[in-house]
């Protein structure tokens, strides 16, 4: 299964993303601002997806990293890519024609 880091894991749509992804049985982390009570099955990371402050230790070993902040975080996002070449948000199947 694939190591999984979520960012807005604390929020209406992260919450549940993280939980479904635990259940699936992916090793799923989450990125958090300040303590959180803790969930079976899930690691919490400190950091701040829109600082870039604690990414680096975050996103050691992960495979994806599904943003539910409803915002682009292109720090992690480019760090992730950079790290293990990595491509975020592609789903099998075709892909869109370009204009």
Do not use: F, I, K, W
């Amino acid at each position: 299964m694939a190591a999984v880091l979520v960012t807005g894991a604390s929020g209406s749509l992260g919450r549940h993303v993280v939980r479904e992804l635990a259940e699936a049985g992916h090793a799923t982390r989450r990125l958090v601002h300040r303590s959180r009570p803790p969930q079976v099955g899930v690691d919490d990371r400190a950091g701040d997806p829109t600082t870039g402050a604690g990414l680096e230790h975050a996103l050691e070993g992960v495979d994806a990293v599904p943003d539910a902040t409803g915002r682009l975080v292109a720090y992690s996002t480019a760090m992730l890519s950079r790290r293990r070449g990595a491509r975020l948000d592609r789903r099998p199947g075709p892909r869109p024609a370009r204009p």
